[in-house]
């Protein structure tokens, strides 16, 4: 008898990623912690487990991964702080939830599931998705325990005007002259 | 940003997406993530998607539904949904990134108009791959 079938697929991000622009121990980095991540959600699958948490697992594998723009990780905004958006949606009866703006959580999605299972709201934003997520005694952190040295660096070249090429989710030109141009190697989108 | 669309044994497909955003965001920015219908979308009788990319035209282009919407009344099918929304509808508004996605009769596609994203996946016999480029 043929078992039903599962499927599972992941991303950390696109843009234009140059080969040769990473040190090979960086790419080698990268693909475990992709392979870390699938894994997660793979074995939630083929214990017979929900799509629900599968792909909850391996978004908080991503999100705990500094390489990765979400979560531990991610890019600084103009103020120097962070802010993380995470939604999160069921198939089965097109359930869903959603945070933006969120300062201390530590997984995001997390949050955004919380919201699903415990709001009679789609999405809540800023201070009020803080406030209700410390309610839910959802596991808090530090605004600044998402900094990274790599985010931090890009924050500073681009509050300098200084578009040096890196992995970085920057702007896009979008903004005209705002943000340099989104076709130069290695801009990747958040 | 981050995502994950997976099938499970009992039929049913999920979706999620994480982000930090853009580097140097002002005034509370918020791009396509969180919003259902543009960066994340499932739904049993179509695909679940997670999106990548320039947030404000994936919203343009409410891409999740966007296709969805094509396999559910136009009859597409996951691969050709994907592609036309990601290489021509978000590709004419000049919007750049891509999607992941899953249908409930186990499809898999990765779509994106970018030289690279990262991402993995579960192939027909069951093994997981990774790539960059």
């Keep these: 008898m043929n078992k039903a079938p599962i499927a599972i697929a992941i991303h950390g991000g696109a843009g234009v990623l140059t080969p040769g622009l990473l040190p090979p121990q960086d790419e080698d980095a990268i693909h475990e912690a992709l392979r870390h991540a699938i894994d997660a959600g793979h074995q939630v699958l083929e214990a017979g487990g929900s799509s629900l948490d599968a792909v909850e697992s391996c978004v908080v594998a991503l999100e705990e991964c500094p390489w990765f723009n979400a979560g531990k990780g991610a890019v600084f905004t103009e103020d120097g702080t962070h802010e993380m958006d995470a939604a999160i949606m069921n198939g089965a009866d097109r359930s869903a939830g959603a945070i933006a703006g969120a300062h201390y959580i530590r997984n995001p999605i997390r949050g955004a599931r919380v919201v699903l299972e415990h709001s009679d709201h789609v999405m809540l934003a800023g201070e009020g998705a803080d406030r209700f997520l410390l309610e839910q005694d959802q596991p808090q952190v530090a605004n600044d325990w998402f900094d990274t040295e790599l985010r931090r660096r890009q924050w500073q070249d681009n509050r300098s005007g200084h578009k040096a090429p890196s992995l970085e989710p920057s702007h896009a030109n979008h903004h005209g002259g705002e943000t340099g141009g989104s076709e130069k190697p290695g801009h990747k989108f958040g | ?133």
């Design chain 2, 1 to 133: 940003t981050v995502g994950a669309v997976a099938l499970d044994s009992h039929g049913h497909v999920a979706s999620a997406t994480s982000t930090g955003g853009i580097t140097n965001k002002r005034f509370s920015r918020v791009g396509d993530t969180p919003l259902i219908g543009a960066g994340t979308w499932a739904d049993d009788r179509s695909a679940a998607i997670s999106a990548t990319g320039h947030g404000e035209y994936f919203i343009r282009a409410v891409v999740g539904h966007d296709i969805a919407a094509r396999m559910r009344f136009a009859g597409r099918d996951l691969a050709t949904a994907c592609d036309e929304v990601v290489h021509q509808e978000l590709k004419a508004l000049g919007g750049q990134g891509g999607v992941i996605a899953v249908s409930p009769d186990g499809d898999t596609r990765l779509s994106f108009n970018t030289p690279g994203m990262y991402r993995a996946w579960r192939d027909d016999e069951g093994q997981l791959h990774t790539a960059i480029y």
